[in-house]
């Protein structure tokens, strides 16, 4: 029989490589591990509505019905102020940042950022959907500010996501590689599945909203133009933990352009492009708007959105290329 590794073993593990930690880092990450496995276990039930409840009735124990995300949201929340080693956080659910004040983690030294249910349209029919999170050191002292949370991506400590798919995996990095566990719901544990993913050297799958075409930039019309001439397969959820998870695995490119209903892009830089970025890089992949490193852009606001290509670096340097001519062209 194999041995099995379980989330906690892991990250305790990796604590124990580093002379230096102080375990709060750890501490964090467990925390998120807890979450996942609330989250999933609500995420599996979805398709119970008419069993448990609609969002928004009451249910047989006479409690309200949340909607998903917002139940996502409290519980990551919750999970988090309990840790006591996170000063604050930032939600794609909530419009500001939220300090936790306790005594034990106004002071501790992280911040974590996260879109707590990531392509929640797609639970009425039960396709994969996900959380995402970010882990910052903060550089303010005192109360937590704004500051700590619109950090550039390169200042990530740490970064993942959570699917909940066919089974639900939990996929991180801490900036040493990136690794994938299972959920093995008969032990309520994350094993070790999938240690070191690299990003496959070539891909040949183009993921985007191709319904979109008609408001895309000419550049991004003539580069999606060349996927179908190369004959690449198009695959898109519209889920993009899912589409991203599929891109680390199996290769290829996943872009949300900009267009001219979105022209800043759909996607929030600190809480969706900037983690899968930190992953998508850390597994040997390459991340962008489409002429800079998405990591390296600066963000003004919390719910800023930018354009991103993310995938297999060739991928993205081909896009890119697309996008340089059809600039120069234009002068
Ligand atoms: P959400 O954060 O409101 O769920 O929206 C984000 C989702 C992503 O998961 C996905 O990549 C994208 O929106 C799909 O958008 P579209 O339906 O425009 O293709
Ligand atoms: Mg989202």
């Known amino acids: 029989m194999h041995k099995i590794i379980t989330l906690d073993e892991f990250i305790i593990q990796a604590q124990r490589k580093n002379p230096y930690s102080t375990g709060e880092l750890s501490s964090l990450l467990r925390d998120i591990g807890l979450a996942a496995k609330i989250i999933s276990r609500e995420v599996n039930k979805a398709g119970l509505v008419d069993i448990v409840g609609q969002a928004g009735q009451e249910n047989a124990s006479g409690e309200v019905v949340q909607k998903l995300d917002v139940l996502a949201d409290n ?8 840790s006591g080693e996170c000063c604050g956080i930032a939600s794609e659910e909530n419009d500001h940042f939220v300090p936790i004040n306790s005594t034990h983690s106004k002071n501790a030294k992280y911040v974590v950022l996260f879109d707590p249910l990531d392509g929640s349209s797609n639970i009425d029919v039960n396709v994969s959907i996900g959380t995402i999170f970010a882990i910052y050191r903060r550089t303010s002292t005192g109360p937590v500010q704004l500051k700590d949370f619109i950090q550039s991506g390169v200042n990530q400590v740490a970064a993942g996501y959570v699917v909940y798919g066919s089974s639900t995996m939990l996929v991180y ?9 299972t959920l093995d719901p ?7 599945s999938h240690e070191n993913i690299r990003i496959p050297e070539k891909g040949k799958i183009y993921s985007v909203n191709q319904g979109n075409y008609p408001a895309f930039d000419e550049d991004i019309k003539a580069y999606v133009n060349y996927c179908m001439e190369q004959s690449h397969s198009l695959r898109y959820i519209g889920s993009m933990v899912s589409d991203v998870h ?26 969706e492009c900037n983690p899968m970025s930190f992953l998508i890089e850390q597994a040997g992949g390459k991340s962008s708007n489409g002429t800079e490193r998405i990591m390296e852009l600066k963000a003004e606001k919390l719910h800023q959105r930018t354009p991103i290509f993310l995938g297999n670096k060739e991928m993205v340097e081909t896009v890119e290329a697309f996008i340089r001519e059809h600039r120069t062209v234009e002068g």
Request: overall charge positive; hydrophobic content about 40%; proline content about 4%.
């Open 246 to 271: 599929r891109t680390l695995i199996k290769g290829g490119i996943f872009f949300y352009p900009a267009t001219t209903k979105a022209p800043e892009g759909k996607l929030r830089l600190i809480y």
């Open 75 to 82: 519980l990551m929340i919750s999970c988090l102020q309990n």
């Open 173 to 181: 990095s801490t900036g040493d590689g990136v690794h994938g566990f």
């Open 186 to 192: 008969s032990i309520g544990e994350f094993c070790l």
